[in-house]
């Protein structure tokens, strides 16, 4: 095939009519006669090898020869410039960007793609696996690669007021045939000269940019279907011009609908294999004019991932653009970002054993020798997505053919060497990977890296063993659930959300928000009745974060079961919940945009109650709420309840011998289960002392429970023993009545055994009511110091301001270990009266307990956890005092103090910290500053651009960036003055 430059040859044909007049050629039309073919592909051939020389009678003379052999005749030479194909030389066709595409058109003008640190695997695989349908678009968020900025507050640019970089309109010679598809050639010409077609581009945010192409807010609706398919369209039109916001077109298709960009795949892979780049320090956006077009690295890496994603979605995976992945691979020259990218785009449709240079990137050998942190790290994530798309639970459902045993051969055969990685990011994300293909060894990894070193790998090793579903991880589960550690216990939730609503339940209550923000998200995994109702206890929950993700975790559930919490949550919640919950509201039916978010509680639930009694809702969005769980008890009628009040009066008043005693007795003997919460009720509300005959005789019959106080009279030790683990078991199902809890605490008062003493505490450590706190009181006023300290934790972990006045005393305690556990729960109680103590009339000369008086103390531990209580209420002496540690010359002294600074929840330690972290050198102080920053910092307010996983010398110069930008003015502190 003969090559040659358009507008040399038709200045060779124009020269040709004008210089050789007395040629002429046959009748037929020039285009249609295979001697014309025979002649232009000779002039064509002798041209291409005669470009150079500017004798023209020697070129001249090979055309009129070559003329001759064709039978070329002089009048039809004459008329070349009047037939069709020299009409399309001559004149090409001016191909315009449509009107509705020129605001996409510019804003894709631009190289702005940027990697999503957000992205994982996981969430990867799960949003495509969500939906098959070919309207179907991923959401922008989820993607590896995202043109402009995840931050959906900020514009991508300013673009209103410019030009595009590339010109909405294109040129393009005369239509190849439909057999012979091909990009077309783009012109430099535009509108610039005529100010009657300039319009004013349109300004695109990120936002924007995704709802252009997906409806969030109806995304299981037939509008969304119209919405995608309408919008998409466009893409798919603009991705055809052979320019930056072509290409940028064609990135962006394969990435939000890869099954259907099998068509896209030539410029993917021109822009990722064949473009150059662009030099680092060349930031010029590329607008088409230069001769070689250059791409950014990141436009290259998205060209990849696309290409990566249209290949794992095709039917067949060409041979040719696969090998030219692995081929690429083998080069030594390339980047570790590049070979990075490469091994994570073959990882989702080839095993990583045929990826080449991954098996060498996971070798241990000496220091010098092993590969760089990001690129092991990349290999360990390529074997973890490959996991994601070929040995899922849904991917070997779909495919039952296939074996579901683990096949050493598809893995890197030194794979096994990274559970001793030195790296904690390696070892963890290998005990995730073997959970995830359901490795043999699985559980026994996960279970040794309980006992790691890391206290990250200990997390993420708790939380990964919910992917087991064995009962040996369901146990060990439920044990880390209980721990005192609040991140053991946030790791425990999201391991035991694999089980079900049934295992969550009893965590919902527990003291940390974070814990209850977990057991909201695992409930919402699971639409049924049981996790509504439950749902239902947290939409008023103390923390806004949980609201908000109660309201979150319902977006996809159905509306008979969404609704009623919506509709709590506009009556309940605070004022973000009641903003999201109406907006959801009338996302899904319509009603309940007049209903006003600002207005008081009571006009709320009035306009909740019209809203429902209007038949607006439908009936089914309460039934189902109502048959399991708000009507699951027996209900005991009004009559019934004064009847077994009548009894109960009777045995309360009447002697032993009397007939009316007996026959109450019989009576109340036979109550059922529920009309025992009656019998309870009255005794709790009744101001007299009740018999005791009546626990011992009656309720031992009727209860479990009261079976078990009987007991707790034996004088036996292991009686009482059996008797107190009885009374822990029924706490975990349900709360102890505090019936049960007050008669407990008659018989503790007599009880010398500190392993009872420590098992009836353990019973009623999460509940929260008047007669628990009462048990908790005559424990700290024990002769026991060990059983002191029980009493102290259980204040310490309810924190309430009046458990203060209790406490202090314990503050001169003899015994140091009880007098640092009194300090510490007073320190949660949040009461400043505690700082310096109760000051009575007539006590001058001998001041009362207080934690001031402490900061003198001779014990140093002493000392140190009055400065944290003292801290965590407010005072500036202790806060000062704790800062001035945090500078002790001794690492674990500084490293404690710096994390006490985190749970104190004082805002004022943010500069301080930030600062501390610019200078300190010590990796393990420095791993607790950013812990504690993590702490004291929301998570809607910490830097946009900071990841975990960078080195943490990275991470304390973005913190130190961003409070310097955000937070150097003094009218914008986060100083929050507690």
């Given at each position: 095939m003969v090559f040659y430059d358009?507008?040399?040859?038709?200045?060779?044909?124009?020269?040709?009519?004008?210089?050789?007049?007395?040629?002429?050629?046959?009748?037929?039309?020039?285009?249609?006669?295979?001697?014309?073919?025979?002649?232009?592909?000779?002039?064509?051939?002798?041209?291409?090898?005669?470009?150079?020389?500017?004798?023209?009678?020697?070129?001249?003379?090979?055309?009129?020869?070559?003329?001759?052999?064709?039978?070329?005749?002089?009048?039809?030479?004459?008329?070349?410039?009047?037939?069709?194909?020299?009409?399309?030389?001559?004149?090409?066709?001016?191909?315009?960007?449509?009107?509705?595409?020129e605001g996409l058109q510019v804003y894709l003008s631009r190289d702005q793609w940027v990697k999503n640190h957000h992205w994982s695997p996981e969430l990867e695989w799960k949003t495509f696996q969500e939906d098959s349908a070919e309207y179907h678009l991923a959401p922008i968020e989820v993607q590896r690669w995202v043109f402009g900025s995840v931050d959906q507050n900020s514009l991508l640019s300013e673009i209103s007021n410019q030009q595009p970089l590339t010109p909405p309109e294109q040129t393009t010679s005369e239509p190849e045939p439909k057999s012979k598809p091909?990009?077309?050639?783009?012109?430099?010409?535009?509108?610039?000269?005529?100010?009657?077609?300039?319009?004013?581009?349109?300004?695109?945010?990120?936002?924007?940019?995704?709802?252009?192409?997906?409806?969030?807010?109806?995304?299981?609706?037939?509008?969304?279907?119209?919405?995608?398919?309408?919008?998409?369209?466009?893409?798919?039109?603009?991705?055809?011009?052979?320019?930056?916001a072509g290409w940028n077109a064609a990135i962006l298709w394969a990435t939000l609908s890869p099954a259907t960009a099998i068509e896209a795949l030539p410029t993917l892979e021109k822009v990722a294999l064949e473009l150059p780049l662009r030099p680092q320090n060349n930031t010029k956006d590329n607008s088409g004019k230069s001769e070689q077009p250059t791409v950014s690295e990141a436009m290259q890496h998205a060209a990849l991932n696309a290409i990566s994603l249209v290949l794992s979605q095709a039917d067949a995976i060409p041979l040719e653009t696969r090998n030219r992945l692995t081929q690429r691979l083998q080069r030594p020259d390339l980047?570790?970002?590049?070979?990075?990218?490469?091994?994570?785009?073959?990882?989702?449709?080839?095993?990583?054993?045929?990826?080449?240079?991954?098996?060498?990137?996971?070798?241990?050998?000496?220091?010098?020798?092993?590969?760089?942190?990001?690129?092991?790290?990349?290999?360990?994530?390529?074997?973890?997505?490959?996991?994601?798309?070929?040995?899922?639970?849904?991917?070997?459902?779909?495919?039952?053919?296939?074996?579901?045993s683990f096949n050493p051969d598809e893995w890197p055969a030194n794979i096994m060497q990274v559970r001793w990685d030195s790296d904690a990011n390696m070892r963890w994300n290998f005990g995730y990977w073997a959970a995830l293909i359901r490795h043999p060894d699985a559980e026994t990894i996960l279970t040794s890296q309980l006992r790691d070193a890391d206290l990250v790998v200990q997390t993420k090793a708790i939380e990964h063993l919910g992917m087991m579903g064995s009962e040996t991880a369901l146990q060990i589960l439920k044990e880390y659930a209980q721990s005192p550690a609040e991140n053991i216990r946030v790791a425990a939730v999201k391991g035991l959300s694999s089980w079900g609503p049934m295992h969550l339940i009893p965590l919902k209550d527990d003291t940390s928000s974070a814990v209850r923000l977990e057991v909201a998200t695992g409930l919402g995994k699971t639409p049924t009745a049981e996790s509504a109702l439950h749902l239902r206890s947290l939409i008023n929950d103390r923390s806004s974060q949980v609201q908000h993700t109660v309201i979150q975790a319902i977006s996809g559930w159905p509306d008979d079961l969404a609704v009623p919490l919506l509709l709590d949550g506009i009556q309940e919640g605070v004022y973000k919940t009641r903003r999201q919950s109406i907006i959801q509201l009338v996302d899904r039916t319509g009603l309940g945009g007049s209903i006003s978010i600002e207005a008081p509680q009571k006009e709320r639930v009035a306009a909740v109650n019209d809203l429902v009694?209007?038949?607006?809702?439908?009936?089914?969005?309460?039934?189902?709420?109502?048959?399991?769980?708000?009507?699951s008890g027996q209900e005991i009628n009004q009559g019934r309840a004064a009847e077994i009040q009548s009894y109960f009066q009777n045995l309360i008043n009447q002697p032993r011998e009397s007939s009316e005693y007996q026959q109450a007795y019989q009576e109340l003997a036979n109550i059922s289960p529920a009309e025992v919460k009656v019998l309870e009720k009255l005794i709790r509300e009744t101001s007299i002392e009740i018999p005791g005959e009546i626990y011992t005789d009656l309720l031992v019959n009727l209860a479990p429970e009261y079976a078990a106080l009987n007991q707790l009279t034996s004088?036996?030790?292991?009686?009482?023993?059996?008797?107190?683990?009885?009374?822990?078991?029924?706490?975990?199902?349900?709360?102890?009545?505090?019936?049960?809890?007050?008669?407990?605490?008659?018989?503790?008062?007599?009880?010398?055994?500190?392993?009872?003493?420590?098992?009836?505490?353990?019973?009623?450590?999460?509940?929260?009511?008047?007669?628990?706190?009462?048990?908790?009181?005559?424990?700290?006023?024990?002769?026991?110091?060990?059983?002191?300290?029980?009493?102290?934790?259980?204040?310490?972990?309810?924190?309430?301001?009046?458990?203060?006045?209790?406490?202090?005393?314990?503050?001169?305690?003899?015994?140091?270990?009880?007098?640092?556990?009194?300090?510490?729960?007073?320190?949660?109680?949040?009461?400043?009266?505690?700082?310096?103590?109760?000051?009575?009339?007539?006590?001058?000369?001998?001041?009362?307990?207080?934690?001031?008086?402490?900061?003198?103390?001779?014990?140093?531990?002493?000392?140190?956890?009055?400065?944290?209580?003292?801290?965590?209420?407010?005072?500036?002496?202790?806060?000062?005092?704790?800062?001035?540690?945090?500078?002790?010359?001794?690492?674990?002294?500084?490293?404690?103090?710096?994390?006490?600074?985190?749970?104190?929840?004082?805002?004022?330690?943010?500069?301080?910290?930030?600062?501390?972290?610019?200078?300190?050198?010590?990796?393990?102080?420095?791993?607790?500053?950013?812990?504690?920053?993590?702490?004291?910092?929301?998570?809607?307010?910490?830097?946009?651009?900071?990841?975990?996983?960078?080195?943490?010398?990275?991470?304390?110069?973005?913190?130190?960036?961003?409070?310097?930008?955000?937070?150097?003015?003094?009218?914008?502190?986060?100083?929050?003055?507690?």
């Open positions: 358009k507008r040399f040859f038709d200045k060779l044909l124009f020269q040709l009519s004008t210089s050789l007049p007395s040629c002429h050629l046959n009748s037929a039309p020039l285009a249609h006669m295979n001697s014309a073919s025979l002649c232009g592909n000779l002039i064509s051939q002798s041209f291409s090898e005669f470009k150079r020389v500017s004798w023209k009678p020697f070129w001249v003379g090979i055309v009129l020869c070559c003329a001759s052999l064709s039978g070329c005749q002089k009048s039809m030479l004459q008329n070349v410039r009047e037939t069709p194909l020299a009409a399309s030389l001559k004149e090409k066709v001016t191909r315009k960007v449509p009107k509705h595409l091909s990009v077309p050639d783009q012109t430099a010409q535009s509108d610039s000269n005529n100010p009657t077609k300039q319009q004013k581009p349109e300004s695109w945010s990120f936002n924007a940019f995704q709802d252009y192409f997906f409806d969030h807010k109806n995304h299981s609706s037939k509008r969304s279907e119209n919405h995608g398919l309408d919008k998409f369209e466009a893409l798919q039109e603009l991705s055809t011009w052979d320019n930056l980047s570790l970002e590049l070979r990075s990218e490469l091994y994570l785009a073959l990882a989702r449709f080839t095993h990583p054993a045929g990826i080449p240079s991954l098996e060498q990137s996971l070798e241990i050998s000496e220091q010098n020798a092993t590969a760089p942190k990001s690129l092991r790290r990349a290999a360990m994530q390529a074997c973890i997505l490959h996991g994601f798309w070929f040995h899922t639970e849904q991917k070997l459902a779909a495919h039952p053919d296939e074996p579901r009694q209007s038949g607006q809702l439908t009936g089914s969005f309460w039934g189902q709420l109502m048959q399991q769980g708000l009507k004088p036996h030790i292991t009686d009482r023993r059996e008797a107190a683990q009885q009374l822990f078991v029924s706490s975990q199902n349900i709360s102890l009545n505090p019936v049960v809890v007050s008669r407990l605490r008659k018989l503790m008062s007599h009880e010398q055994d500190r392993l009872v003493w420590r098992i009836v505490m353990s019973a009623v450590e999460k509940d929260n009511y008047d007669e628990a706190a009462q048990l908790a009181l005559l424990a700290i006023n024990h002769n026991w110091p060990d059983i002191r300290i029980l009493g102290c934790e259980y204040f310490g972990s309810h924190g309430l301001p009046q458990y203060a006045n209790w406490l202090l005393p314990l503050l001169d305690d003899k015994n140091h270990t009880v007098q640092l556990a009194a300090i510490r729960a007073i320190g949660k109680c949040h009461n400043p009266i505690a700082i310096s103590g109760i000051q009575k009339p007539g006590e001058s000369q001998n001041p009362s307990p207080s934690l001031r008086s402490l900061l003198t103390h001779s014990n140093r531990r002493v000392r140190f956890e009055t400065v944290v209580a003292l801290s965590r209420l407010g005072d500036f002496a202790g806060m000062q005092e704790l800062l001035r540690i945090s500078n002790d010359t001794q690492v674990a002294m500084k490293n404690e103090a710096v994390q006490e600074m985190g749970n104190s929840g004082q805002t004022r330690f943010v500069e301080p910290l930030i600062q501390m972290a610019w200078t300190e050198r010590n990796n393990s102080t420095l791993k607790e500053i950013l812990n504690s920053l993590d702490k004291l910092v929301p998570d809607s307010e910490q830097p946009a651009d900071l990841n975990p996983q960078q080195d943490r010398s990275d991470q304390a110069k973005i913190w130190m960036n961003w409070w310097q930008t955000q937070h150097s003015g003094q009218g914008s502190r986060l100083f929050t003055g507690r």
